[in-house]
Each structure stands twice: as C-alpha cells, then as structure tokens.
C-alpha cells in the first residue's frame, strides 16, 4: 500500500522543498497523468471547507475508499484544490488513477468538474495555477519537459473526458513549458 497514513495538504513553497526530498530509487516516472474530481467538484468542495484540516481529512477518506471500498493498493498522488497541493500517496510508487498510464505516470487529481466549470477564472484558476505549479516541480524534479503530460482522456479504454472538456491540451502544455521554465529559474535563483 502506497497511501499516506498521513497526507499532507502544502502550498506550492511546501510542495516544492517536499519534492526536493525525493529521489524515486524504485520507480521513476516518465509522464504527468492529470484529472478532475467530478465529484466532489469545486462548489462541494468550498461547502466542505477550505484549509489544511479539511484537506487532510478528505485525502484520508479517499485513500480509505480506494483501498476498502475499491481494493486498490494506491490512488492518484496528488489531489490539488484551490488552496493547496495535496499529496495523498507516495510521490515514489506508482497509483491508481488511469489504467493505461499508472505504471508510468503520477496521477493529479485537479478539483473540479471541468465538463462544466470553469478552469480559467475563479476557484478553477486557482486550481490551475497550483496544478501548473506542481507539475512544474515535478517535471524539473524528473528532468522531464511539458510533452511528458498526459490527460486521462487519452487512455482510450477509461472512456473518460478527464480531465474535462473545457481543458486545452496544447493551451495547457504551453503554460506547463512556461512553467517548466520558471521553475528552472527558481531552483537557480535559490541554489544554496
């Protein structure tokens, strides 16, 4: 089992001295696999709360759902909510999240149902702009470039829209590059 007895709910500052720390001995992933809740989607989850208690306690209670009620050994990494980056399964094994990528690829769960939300202003934008973040440690962690995302959608055998119809691929690989880049300039920046 790869879930986190205690997940952590970070900021992107956070996340990114987290992944700092990791090495992947075991398994490297090659790819970014991004998704969207559904449900809960950005109005259940602000009904629920915000904050670092909320988010902790609901990436505990997906992880029981997903070993007890789903049997699986792990889930998506990561979860990422308007406020924080949620890490919700070790960042060093593989998850459950898209059948045809888990081997491969960390899973992102973004907050949000982006068949019918909006991903460009509001709650959604802040999802977006945490996710881009964290996929650009990620990718600069791995030495992996923005070609290295996928979206869920593209595992045919899922039958999914994940991670929503109203998700650009080649609009949001741009930014991931951009991204990409900024974070290359940080690590600089602050290199000891």
Same mark, same amino acid.
């Given at each position: 089992?790869?879930?986190?007895?205690?997940?952590?709910?970070?900021?992107?500052?956070?996340?990114?001295?987290?992944?700092?720390?990791?090495?992947?001995? =075991?398994?490297?992933?090659?790819?970014?696999?991004?998704?969207?809740?559904?449900?809960?989607?950005?109005?259940?989850?602000? =009904?629920?709360?915000?904050?670092?208690?909320?988010?902790?306690?609901?990436?505990?209670?997906?992880?029981?759902?997903?070993?007890?009620?789903?049997?699986? =050994?792990?889930?998506?990494?990561?979860?990422?909510?308007?406020?924080?980056?949620?890490?919700?399964?070790?960042?060093?094994?593989?998850?459950?999240?898209?059948?045809?990528?888990? =081997?491969?690829?960390?899973?992102?769960?973004?907050?949000?149902?982006?068949?019918?939300?909006?991903?460009?202003?509001?709650?959604?934008? $802040?999802?977006?702009?945490?996710?881009?973040?964290?996929?650009?440690?990620?990718?600069?962690?791995?030495?992996?470039?923005?070609?290295?995302?996928?979206?869920?959608?593209?595992?045919?055998?899922?039958?999914?829209?994940?991670?929503?119809?109203?998700?650009?691929?080649?609009?949001? $690989?741009?930014?991931?590059?951009?991204?990409?880049?900024?974070?290359?300039?940080?690590?600089?920046?602050?290199?000891?």
């Amino acid at each position: 089992m790869t879930f986190l007895v205690n997940p952590l709910a970070l900021t992107v500052d956070g996340f990114r001295d987290f992944v700092a720390t990791k090495k992947w001995p =075991h398994w490297r992933p090659s790819h970014l696999c991004w998704h969207n809740t559904g449900e809960p989607d950005l109005t259940q989850w602000r =009904h629920f709360g915000l904050g670092h208690a909320a988010a902790v306690q609901r990436a505990r209670n997906l992880n029981h759902y997903y070993a007890h009620q789903m049997g699986w =050994h792990s889930g998506p990494h990561l979860f990422i909510a308007p406020d924080l980056i949620i890490v919700a399964c070790d960042l060093e094994a593989d998850g459950v999240h898209a059948s045809c990528f888990n =081997h491969v690829s960390i899973g992102i769960e973004m907050v949000g149902h982006y068949d019918v939300e909006d991903f460009e202003s509001g709650d959604g934008l $802040a999802v977006q702009k945490n996710t881009l973040a964290a996929s650009a440690i990620l990718l600069h962690a791995l030495g992996l470039k923005a070609d290295s995302l996928l979206f869920h959608r593209e595992c045919l055998h899922d039958r999914k829209t994940c991670p929503g119809t109203r998700i650009d691929k080649p609009t949001m $690989a741009k930014r991931l590059a951009a991204a990409i880049d900024h974070e290359a300039v940080y690590a600089v920046s602050h290199a000891a």
